[in-house]
């Protein structure tokens, strides 16, 4: 392996050798993300030698590792200011009013715009205090505009009171049972004709995010009457109720499953996509910050439906508090039995 001027701490390289061992020899390259992060976790950012470092781990060129640096983000190649500023620029917030956000950030923290002025990737003021850049959708353009102060969401930001993005800083992350913690602002109250059913618990006083509350509203109820009906009556329930997949084909979901065979030797997996990284979209992060145990009930019951065992959750990495939340969400649910090991007294484990 090539060697570089940078000091590679042996713990850092011990987390990179038990990333890469996740995946099979023939597939490690995939470990490439993961590494990238743990990269620049410990350095700020992704430099060329972190570059040629993690190719040579994986046997890649650099230009393998440099195309996703420059394609991702969240990945940086420059050391960030002590606060890191995303600003969406995105269709809702472009409308919204974020670039006047970013002009009056550029002015507020002293930041000298580059050679491109507002469309330079990554500026940072001249005393390192303060770092801004433009991003994509950061999935709340209900909201909008929005901004990332390091991991933390905020939403219809005021072009001109930039300054409390970086002056003021809150705790977010919540403790068990005290609702999402977050700088998300509660849905607007439904519309007269709007009947809520995905959002019925999203915005109510009284509502917390902890497995107690789910409970005491009739939470897992579904769950419990799933494990005691034949996977094909359930199949049947879901093409009945009409349910559609919510990408572009609005694919029927009861025919989607009934793909599977009951009998598939196959192993079947169930991945549930949180992305939402189109504009306009702006449920995902709702349900995972505000009722991530209703998320929780609709994947088990799937996966009990499908006789699949395992369970994927993927969720942008703008969603930190999110992923957060939903760790702790799976914990609950576990210590209640409602997955793991013969799940409700059933022989079925998820």
Not at 89 to 95: D, I, N, V
């Amino acid at each position: 392996m090539a060697s570089t001027a940078t000091k590679i701490p042996a713990e850092l390289k011990r987390q990179v050798d038990a990333a890469i061992a996740q995946y099979p020899p023939e597939r490690k390259r995939s470990a490439a993300l993961p590494l990238l992060h743990l990269w620049q976790e410990r350095f700020g950012f992704i430099s060329d030698e972190g570059i040629n470092w993690i190719a040579d781990k994986l046997e890649l060129q650099p230009i393998n590792i440099l195309e996703l640096v420059t394609f991702y983000p969240m990945l940086r190649q420059k050391s960030a200011g002590k606060t890191h500023i995303r600003v969406c620029r995105t269709l809702s917030c472009a409308m919204a009013g974020s670039y006047r956000v970013m002009e009056n950030l550029c002015a507020a923290a002293g930041i000298a715009r580059g050679p491109n002025g507002l469309h330079d990737p990554f500026l940072v003021s001249k005393d390192g205090k303060v770092s801004v850049e433009f991003v994509e959708c950061l999935a709340s353009c209900g909201t909008a505009p929005v901004c990332m102060v390091d991991d933390e969401l905020r939403e219809n930001v005021d072009p001109n009171a930039v300054a409390d993005l970086f002056l003021g800083r809150t705790r977010v992350t919540p403790e068990s049972g005290q609702g999402s913690g977050l700088n998300i602002n509660s849905q607007a109250s439904p519309h007269p004709l709007e009947h809520r059913l995905v959002f019925k618990n999203i915005g109510r006083p009284d509502w917390t995010t902890d497995i107690d509350c789910y409970l005491d509203d009739g939470g897992y109820q579904e769950l419990k009457k799933a494990v005691t009906m034949s996977r094909t009556d359930i199949l049947n329930e879901v093409k009945t109720s009409a349910l559609r997949g919510r990408g572009g084909a609005g694919f029927p979901t009861g025919v989607k499953w009934s793909f599977i065979k009951p009998d598939e030797k196959k192993p079947v997996y169930l991945i549930c996509n949180a992305d939402e990284s189109e504009p306009g979209t702006f449920k995902d992060r709702y349900i995972i910050h505000q009722d991530p145990h209703q998320l929780l009930e609709g994947v088990l019951i799937s996966c009990y439906a499908l006789n699949v065992h395992t369970a994927y959750i993927y969720i942008r990495g703008e969603f930190p508090e999110g992923t957060k939340i939903l760790k702790r969400a799976i914990e609950e649910a576990r210590a209640k039995k409602f997955l793991g090991k013969n799940i409700l007294g059933s022989n079925f484990d998820v």
